[in-house]
């Protein structure tokens, strides 16, 4: 592989020479719409803001777009291939990098490019930093030690503590290296006040909603652990409230579950209730119309950005009681839980969210409003997040990695 000889990257490779800040490459499989991947972009502009060389290596994707707008340099790499043989030569493609850009820190967010990043930082001298961002699972010795490798590196970061939690059970990392470090929620984007009514206007047309009518909104991707199922099964059982619910996320190519999907919109006699939207580009607008924002995932998510986008709007929230969201959500304070997979439970919590009263729904949006702010915002994040890339550089030495 040839590396790009753009001008973004070597003038801010000559600067960083220069001793105005560190260079970085951080490593995500592909740029399409998720947590890592607008992690990923979030710490690429901060580093650029405070002097640093931001560079991300990928298969790409639409976000290649705002990773640009953001400053950074983005090279080519097949990063999501867990074939041996493309993963052996990443070795070799990921170390041009580091010589050709003086990178000084790897930060790596999924494990096939990770066993790549650290076999690069070894031949190299550059530091290895992993990002935990789901809790890997594992039926066999084999598939753990694949994922062992996100715990070797000279700092893992968590996403939330129950990753970080889910990391000390099992796998073999010195409590020493272990960072927790939230995602972030942009406030300056998610901000109530800066949400016009003209917005909210085109995208109710757009979606063509009642006036009046109360919004259930679910933000997430279809795919089926994200809880699509479990969210209708709960419609179902709320045939006697006047309601309109939007499902808003791409299906990625996933069109048998869009099938399947709208076929149980249909036994369960929802389709003038239920909408199945793609990705929506005024998220924002989407939960100021709503009345109220469900995460029925059935898996734990790692942290659940759109649980803190939702807060930050001031919206209630229901969400399945595990994993990120039980960090997010004082329940029944600033939203509500209910047990995983349990659509009674949910239908539960989507009346209880809907009948707040006035006074009791004003005091729900000042208290999530202002918890994210206070404990999830993207400046935290990032901040938290440049001070352990300052950490390892100024430890000197790349440190010894962990043995399992």
């Known amino acids: 592989m040839s590396v790009p000889e753009l001008n973004i990257g070597v003038t801010r490779v000559q600067k960083a020479a220069a001793g105005e800040g560190p260079v970085v490459l951080q490593i995500v499989p592909s740029l399409v719409t998720g947590g890592a991947e607008r992690g990923t972009i979030e710490i690429a502009a901060a580093l650029v803001a405070e002097g640093g060389t931001a560079i991300v290596a990928s298969e790409g994707g639409p976000m290649e777009n705002d990773l640009r707008r953001a400053g950074a340099l983005h090279l080519k790499l097949p990063a999501a291939s867990k074939n041996p043989i493309v993963m052996y030569r990443n070795v070799a493609r990921?170390?041009?990098?580091?010589?050709?850009?003086?990178?000084?820190?790897?930060?790596?967010?999924?494990?096939?490019?990770?066993?790549?990043?650290?076999?690069?930082?070894?031949?190299?001298?550059?530091?290895?930093?992993?990002?935990?961002?789901?809790?890997?699972?594992f039926s066999n010795a084999l598939k753990k030690r694949y994922n062992q490798i996100m715990a070797e590196g000279e700092r893992v970061i968590a996403i939330s503590e129950f990753i970080a939690q889910h990391?000390?059970?099992?796998?073999?990392?010195?409590?020493?290296?272990?960072?927790?470090?939230?995602?972030?929620?942009?406030?300056?984007?998610?901000?109530?006040?800066?949400?016009?009514a003209e917005r909210m206007i085109q995208l109710s047309t757009r979606w063509r909603l009642p006036d009046g009518v109360p919004l259930i909104l679910m933000p997430g991707r279809l795919t089926r652990w994200k809880g699509q199922t479990v969210l209708l099964d709960a419609l179902a059982q709320l045939k006697d409230l006047d309601y309109r619910c939007v499902m808003v996320g791409s299906d990625q190519g996933r069109t048998a579950y869009r099938r399947e999907l709208e076929a149980l919109v249909a036994s369960h006699g929802l389709e003038t209730r239920v909408s199945i939207m793609d990705e929506c580009n005024d998220m924002p607008a989407a939960y100021m119309l709503s009345d109220v924002v469900v995460s029925p995932s059935t898996d734990p998510e790692g942290f659940g950005r759109t649980v803190g986008e939702a807060q930050a709007m001031g919206r209630p929230v229901v969400a399945s009681d595990h994993g990120g969201a039980r960090e997010q959500i004082i329940d029944r304070r600033t939203g509500f839980l209910f047990p995983n997979r349990d659509a009674a439970a949910l239908a539960a919590g989507l009346r209880r969210a809907l009948a707040l009263a006035p006074d009791a729904r004003a005091r729900l949006h000042d208290d999530a409003v202002h918890r994210v702010r206070a404990e999830f915002s993207k400046d935290q994040m990032c901040a938290r997040t440049l001070g352990v890339y300052r950490e390892v550089l100024r430890a000197g030495a790349r440190s010894q990695f962990s043995r399992t």
């Open 94 to 137: 990921i170390a041009q990098i580091i010589e050709s850009y003086s990178v000084g820190i790897v930060h790596v967010r999924s494990r096939a490019p990770a066993w790549s990043a650290k076999a690069a930082c070894e031949r190299t001298g550059a530091h290895f930093i992993t990002t935990f961002h789901a809790p890997y699972n």
């Open 167 to 196: 990391v000390r059970e099992n796998y073999n990392v010195d409590p020493a290296r272990l960072r927790v470090i939230r995602r972030g929620i942009d406030i300056a984007r998610f901000d109530p006040d800066r949400v016009s």
